[in-house]
């Protein structure tokens, strides 16, 4: 079972770093565009995962919503267009949230089967 909780310690650890890079990579590149998406949902994502490496046992649905929010930032990167760069930044930083929160909610399910 410890293990479990392990697991979930890494994979929300990556999204806390993988949200607070999002905040500040279009500070740091001098992004345009998907700014104010990319430090809403990066602060979002930070949080819960913050919230999941501190207390793993508990709320696996806020990894199910950074799963939604690392889906909404491929599809926002698709979506609004935007320069090559930032475009792969989100999606790139989408697919390791996703990924990351996908992994700590099947931690979970492990770590309490009965859910």
Known sequence: MNGQANQIKVASGINVLAGLWLII???VFGF???VANSVIVGI???????????NPAQAAWLSWINTVLGIWLIVS???????????????I????IAVMAIWSTSSTAKLHPKM
């Open 25 to 27: 990579s279009p500070y």
């Open 32 to 34: 345009a565009q998907g």
């Open 44 to 54: 979002v994502v930070a949080v819960l995962a913050l919230i999941r490496f501190i």
């Open 77 to 91: 990167a698709i979506v609004m267009g935007i320069a090559a760069a930032p475009f792969w930044n989100m999606l």
């Open 93 to 96: 930083l989408g697919v390791v």
